[in-house]
């Protein structure tokens, strides 16, 4: 069958089962309640004044009885600096367990190390959120007997609500906890800010073990988890590399292009009609993204206007705009540098919140849906604006869909910030190789060499020309690319389907395919 | 049949169903995992931008599609100044709702208005931790079809993870809240603190309705409860009476029996063992119970002890303890005061905490569990060190279970501190009306007239024998108070059972006959 976005999808896949097809943006959410059911929370017991404390992780894992089939989960707030994920691991081949699913929120190059269980039949699936480097190789090229799924992460915390994923066992990699789990990511030694992602593998996980590398007194204060949901707690030397969890204070891309695309996507924001007292915002930390931070923070300056929150992935570029009240307060689902993890230590309008609160489309309203504005970047984007921010231009597995679209979902203003095409390889192009948000979503795209307006945006188009906005039809755009690129060698697929993008309502959105 | 107390106990209750006897204060827990499932919290779901702002609270409760036979509920922190409660009756009363089950976390002299209801058929049937007054009086002598329920804080939490209470509709009062429902009770003229026995409430209710006095720029900080849980916000003129909300500072009793019976449980606290460096303390509000504060402060001065935490229904004198250092944190479910409120506000390591962290005995472990020290009050105390906190001398039901049970059976010392008798009425006798606590849980009883030791501490009756501090036998002080009171004529029941009193674990420790 075919997705409304006409990708050709099965209608049931080994190790998925049943698949729904996207229907578009809302079409689920619409329908009014969800009628897909949530699964319960595991019911817990504890004797009071009882122990926690394990002498090393293999004891606390040895504890939570594992099992053959299980799925074990972990967060990626550590990100390339994680050590915890690889251990444990490490950890459960040794005690032989075999068919693992691997449910982290995010896979980064740190992670690496796993490449030869998912070959030995230790781990059998992988649903994440982001797949990089030798293993997004690796599991594109069909190393693995079931496909992996790639979620956003509001979708992720849905899987995990309805039960699609089914957590035997979360490690939780904490900077700062006590003996009875009450942790937090915000100081210590290997301090990474937010550890928003964790929170609901803490409450849904049948088992759940934190690992910290500095025990303090009871109580740690804040608490991210609370000692409600923890099971075990095991002290380690090191959680991982300090240096590569929080690598300093982000900086703004020095790349002229990237910046000269950053400034059209201020001015852009900036005559949209969506940049007004009380504006919410939302940047990505990469590229030109991040940088149109600058150039907004300068027209908030100029024309005295404040805004109400920051959102999402936070640089210590958001904390200056907070602290000079550009903003009235950030929300915090994941943190990018030590200066992060100190804002929000001590300020209380730098708020830490849930992915759940953050990007699930299934509540009562997560906070990407009061977003007004998201600067978003893009691997490929397509004539009808469906982005691609999974595949590479080899196929393999080289992103993350994030909170890609989550974030445009929800914005009254989607900017996606690309180059048009990198090297001889085209960006803005006829048709992607995946798609992971739909056009419907983009309202408009930002490029060195021209600037388009989704036409579901009519209105946007007009404000644009309006304030001196050159606009640009995205056919056009492509054509002109291909006529500097060439026509783009298509990338060679076996039939077999090795993984699955899910929208952030659990329909999925495409298929990838095995890479010849 | 009878439970492990001797209480005669039916197997099934119309309007309750199957009963299982209480058999034991951990004989659940040791079976290992709970058995019992849990129940799945709803999944809701919202368009982006949309809005959740009622005109007033009768368009709010329309709008959750009010029906015959449904639960709703309430938090009690406005305590005798709550007039949300009411109102919301009052207009399911005049919507036509009927056979409206009341889970209201508990229930003050403030709620009488709803008296009318109870007989008219509008509401049939009563959840909740304490009931006094009028509405004690009436359910006592059998106003209702359906048996009430008693539970404990923790036990509540319990019943709503589990199922046993379905809540259609919560209508949370807040001193602050935004337009989201991301609120508070911390701040505001209304402002009463803590929001803990609210938030299991906003998670599993069907629908989540915030009504606040104070409607603030968005976002409100703190947050109990976010927006991800609210379906809709009502701003009213009033939530209540602020002067009976927030009374002032809690004054330690000038009664001079109770000062002496607080003086004596201080020494019995000094000598027991268990007030060393490190130790948690949490105390009742009233009477005896917060003056044994008094003087354990005095003891920690003089001993250069520093306490971990302060748990539970917490005084501004609580947070003078925290405020000198004589304390590391407060954990706060219930704030007493306007300084509390204050305190909450501001200090880090005074920590707002859900009913369920403070006492569910069914998660990884709860607060209580890590008590060292409690001292708590009783109505009667039997020779078996069984607490009556329920049933007043005529029978009617006139006080609340709280935290009395949960308190209990976590921590290392239980105190129990009450006169002897009052008035003609023996406090200290053979047989209680109305079992809430098991005397197994309880390690101690100090009165004006003698300390007992329950049997099953002999540890502590020798460290209290070494500190100079005179022990009696329960029994014999039991025969002393018969001999100034005479006996206490029994209360006349009819057969017909009127409500129960559920242990935390969800068994039943006692039974309440209608009162002829």
């Known amino acids: 069958m075919k997705n409304i976005l006409q990708r050709e999808i099965p209608e049931t896949l080994e190790g998925i089962g049943e698949i729904e097809p996207f229907q578009g943006a809302f079409t689920k959410l619409r329908k009014g309640w ?99 480097g030798e ?28 039960g699609k994923i089914k957590i035997d066992l979360t490690v939780i990699a904490a900077s700062a906890a006590d003996i009875e789990g009450n942790s937090t990511g915000a ?18 996980a049948r088992q759940v073990v934190v690992v910290t590398d500095n025990i303090v007194d009871y109580p740690c204060v804040p608490q991210a988890v609370t000692q409600n ?21 982000t900086r703004i891309t020095k790349a002229p292009m990237d910046l000269q695309i950053a400034r059209l996507a201020a001015q852009v924001i900036e ?66 540098d030590a200066a992060v993890s100190t804002s929000l230590m001590t300020n209380p309008y730098h708020i830490e919140i849930t992915a759940g609160l953050y990007a699930n ?41 994030g909170g890609h679209s989550d974030t445009a979902s929800g914005a009254n203003l989607t900017v996606v910030v690309c180059p048009s095409f990198r090297g001889r390889i085209p ?15 983009i309202d408009v795209l930002v490029t060195e060499r021209g600037i388009c307006v989704n036409p579901n945006r009519p209105e946007l188009k007009e404000n644009l020309i309006k304030g001196g906005i050159a606009v640009k039809e995205i056919k056009d755009l492509a054509a002109e690319v291909e006529k500097i690129t060439g026509v783009a060698k298509p990338i060679q697929n076996e039939e077999r389907i090795v993984g699955i993008v899910e929208y952030r309502d659990g329909t999925v959105i495409d298929v990838i395919r095995q890479v010849k």
């Open 361 to 401: 489309p299934f509540n009562c309203g997560c906070m990407t849906n009061k977003l007004d504005i998201v600067v978003l970047g893009a691997l490929e984007i397509d004539t009808d604006f469906n982005v691609n921010v999974i595949t590479g231009s080899e196929g393999y597995v080289r992103g993350a869909s």
């Open 135 to 162: 293993i997004g190789e690796a599991v594109a090229k069909g190393v693995m007997p079931k496909p992996f799924v790639i979620h956003s992460h509001g979708g992720r915390v849905r899987s995990v609500h309805t």
């Open 427 to 441: 960006i803005v192009k006829e048709k992607v190789h995946t798609i992971v948000t739909p056009g419907e979503s």
């Open 187 to 204: 100081h210590g030694p290997s301090a990474f800010g937010s550890m928003g992602y964790a929170v609901i593998d803490a409450r849904y």
């Open 271 to 336: 005559h949209s009609g969506e940049l007004k007292e009380g504006f919410s915002f939302q940047v990505g930390a990469g590229g030109a993204s991040l940088a149109v931070a600058k150039y907004i923070r300068k027209i908030m300056k100029q024309k005295v206007i404040k805004g109400s929150f920051i959102l999402g992935g936070v640089t210590s570029y958001g904390v200056d705009m907070l602290n000079e009240g550009l903003f009235k307060s950030i929300f915090d689902v994941q943190s990018f």
């Open 229 to 249: 949901f923890v099971d075990y707690v095991v002290k380690v030397d090191s959680i991982g590399d300090p240096s590569k969890i929080a690598g300093g204070t």
């Open 34 to 132: 969800m009628e897909e059911e949530t699964v319960p929370p595991p019911n817990k017991a504890k004797m009071p004044h009882s122990s926690k404390m394990c002498s090393n992780l293999k004891e606390a894992v040895i504890r939570t009885n594992p099992r053959n089939g299980m799925t074990v989960s972990f967060h990626h707030h550590l990100r390339g600096g994680d050590s915890i994920l690889v251990e444990t691991i490490k950890i459960l081949a040794e005690l032989g367990i075999k068919d693992i699913t691997l449910a982290s929120s995010s896979l980064t190059s740190a992670h690496e190390p796993i490449l030869p269980y998912l070959k030995n039949g230790t781990i059998t699936q992988i649903y994440s959120s982001g797949i990089r």
